[in-house]
């Protein structure tokens, strides 16, 4: 018996099990401190199914969300690096619950056809986003991160362990969790550093800020610089580096600019950066967004965390930091053996924009 797969990226495979799913999206409210549940707290899917060869078993569907935090060759001796944070299962067949029908129910059942059989999850709004570190170029198996999986297949019970539930009478669609940035953006961050030197008896003045505080991804981000150098050092190198973190640092874009501002001197303009995937390809634990089949993604969201939950139900938290660095030096033989940095970082949010309404799958 063969069951295929099916989801709003087309059909996988032809089989007597067709599976329709919705992915799964999280907004943030207005004022950006919560999220506006009713969007996206219970998804739909369809399940069409042909039960000649299906006999006394059952058809379940489930849904869980896991963490996985070892690769799949790493899973010997019955150990398994992977965690499920939250897992929840029904059956569709036969005398399954029946949902109330939504308006993407009615669409599923027209593409799905004869015998097809509704169902929808109530999904809680403390779980995580998905995330994917970036594999090496010899790393096999499933990605390490955060992923979310409907799975439906054949069984005579719901959960036992004893029964062998073969690969053929299963099927699995990876869905992703995305958040979008609230529709609100507030006032971009500001910081400032005055910073003396040995055999100087003056400073040298840093001030870096942004228009707001997000930007999508892919969009260029300016960062506005006043040096104000009254030292009698020069300022050789300006250096602006976008960092993410989840519990060390895994990602850093760099941009250097050749500007000098000498002893005396002042400085100000604005440089952009735009920190992209497609320039990190190759970086091995990159934070990307859940990766689906035969789809590109970008570097992982900013995880905005709400009130009252857990950091450890999160699975993975990302966040990024701009870092603006001079390098400043003396003048003479010396010059360069004398040298030192004033550093200021500016935290940074980088989120998806909200599209527009669709219901086509």
């Known amino acids: 018996m063969k069951l295929a797969l099916w989801g709003p990226g087309g059909c996988r495979a032809p089989g007597q099990l067709l599976l329709c799913f ?5 907004k943030p409210s207005r004022d950006g401190k919560g999220f506006q549940e009713d969007q996206w707290k219970r998804r739909d899917g369809v399940v069409k199914l042909d039960p000649a060869d299906f006999g006394d078993r059952k058809v379940f569907v489930q849904l869980a969300c896991a963490f996985r935090y070892g690769s799949d060759d790493l ?3 019955g150990l398994c690096f992977r965690k499920d944070i939250w897992l929840q299962q029904i059956q569709i067949y036969p005398n399954g619950e029946k949902p109330a029908l939504s ?5 599923l059942l027209k593409k799905a ?3 097809a059989h509704p169902f929808s999850f109530e999904i809680p709004n403390n779980l995580p986003c998905s995330v994917s570190l970036q594999p090496g170029p010899d790393d096999k198996g499933k990605a390490c991160g955060v992923d979310f999986e409907v799975k439906t297949y054949l069984a005579k019970e719901k959960n036992n362990p004893d029964e062998k539930i073969e690969k053929k009478d299963t099927a699995r669609l990876v869905i992703r969790k995305i958040q979008y940035a609230p529709s ?4 971009g961050p500001k910081a400032e550093i005055c910073k003396s030197f040995m055999m100087s008896d003056k400073p040298v003045h840093l001030e870096a800020s942004m228009e707001k505080d997000l930007y999508f991804h892919g969009e260029a981000i300016p960062i506005k610089i006043k040096i104000k150098n009254e030292s009698n050092k020069t300022v050789k190198k300006i250096k602006i580096t976008v960092d993410q973190t989840t519990d060390i640092v895994l990602y850093s874009a760099d941009k250097y600019t050749k500007e000098t501002v000498d002893s005396n001197a002042t400085f100000d303009n604005t440089l952009t950066i735009t920190p992209l995937l497609t320039d990190n390809k190759e970086k091995r634990g990159l934070a990307l967004d859940g990766r689906l089949k035969d789809e590109d993604t970008n570097l992982a969201s900013t995880t905005m965390l709400r009130q009252g939950v857990e950091k450890e139900v999160l699975g993975i938290l990302v966040s990024y930091k701009i870092k603006i660095n001079l390098m400043v030096a003396g003048g003479g033989l010396l010059g360069g053996l004398t040298s030192s940095d004033v550093t200021v970082e500016l935290p940074l949010n980088l989120m998806h924009p909200k599209p527009e309404a669709t219901l086509e799958v």
Do not use: K
Request: charged residues 20%; glycine residues 10%.
């Open 22 to 26: 919705t992915e799964y999206f999280q």
């Open 75 to 77: 899973d010997v001796m």
């Open 184 to 187: 609100q953006v507030g006032a």
């Open 103 to 107: 308006a993407m129910h009615d669409t």
């Open 113 to 115: 056809g004869d015998n």
